[in-house]
Structure formats: structure tokens, C-alpha cells
């Protein structure tokens, strides 16, 4: 599953609400860019993390889109540039 | 084809990127996010606009994803959260 998160960084809460979804996502896959996730869920997993991840954004300004990538996903990637941000904002500290 | 683009539009340079990197992308598709871009594109139509994209990017600090969504795509996606941003950024002017 691809989850990507559209959030406006410029204000603090979008930073706090951008580390919040990643903290979750990262319990269930890989940090690949700095608001895209790769997470390995099933059915059950998917709908806990869904409904989590809409606790923490804001519907009025941000987005998340879901994308079922299917088996085998890691042949249907292709990478440029920079080095996958595994970490990027380094510890969360609330 | 999903493309994500990791950029920092904290600068000027990478906001122009992102700008940039939009353009060419929806020569050939949609922008569902901020930098988000589905596009439909054979295999030649990909190959140049890889190329295209790779002129834009600065590969130190921006990266650039791929990912083969296949047919029946739509169906495979799930928006949750703010409008699907098809113009976020207004007209260009070089």
C-alpha cells in the first residue's frame, strides 16, 4: 500500500501533523519520501491505520490518497535522485 | 504511472522545481496532490519524460518515484481528506 499525504509544511501544525502520519505509517512500512510511505497491510491493518491517520490530519486543508500497489511492488518502483528518506526528521518528541 | 516528487519549496529554487516538474507531468496527466502526479503514459512517453523530469530535478537534495499502477488504476485508489488539488499552483510565467 502507497499512502501519500498532502500537507502545507509552511505552518507549524502542518510539520507536527506531517511527523505525526509518518510516525504512524512508519509502524507498518518504510518512509520513502518525506510525505510518501510504503506500508505492508492487510485488510484489518488498513482500515485501523485509515481511521488513525484521519484522527491526526486536517480534512479541510490536507489530503492523504491510498494506493493498493499489489504484489511483487518493489519491481513496480523506480527511484531518482536523491537517497530514499528513511529519516527524515529524525526523533519525534511530543 | 504515479509519479511523487520530494522537493523542499522552503527555497525559491525548489518551489520553481516543483513548478517545473508539474508542468511536464501534466503534459501527460493529473495532479492529485501537491506533488502527486497520475499520469498515462507508454512506454516511450515514459521514457522521455523521465528524461525531462531528470533536467528539472536537483538529484542532491530532490528525489523522484515511479510507480506502475497498471490498468484499472482507478480503482485502486482511495482519496481521503482535501480536494484533489488539479491546479494548486495558478498559471506559470517564465
Known sequence: MLITYDVSTISDGGKR???KVA????DFGVRV???????I??????KILEIE????INPAVDSLR???LG???KNKVKHVGAKESLNVEGPLIF
Chains 1, 2 share one sequence.
Do not use: G, M
Request: hydrophobic residues 30%.
Open 17 to 19: 501533523r506531517l511527523r
Open 53 to 56: 491517520l484521519k484522527k491526526i
Open 41 to 46: 497491510v492487510d485488510a484489518t491493518q488498513l
Open 33 to 39: 519520501q518525506n510525505s510518501v510511505f510504503e506500508c
Open 71 to 73: 504484489n511483487n511492488y
Open 23 to 26: 510516525k504512524k505509517c512508519e
Open 66 to 68: 491510498f494506493y493498493k
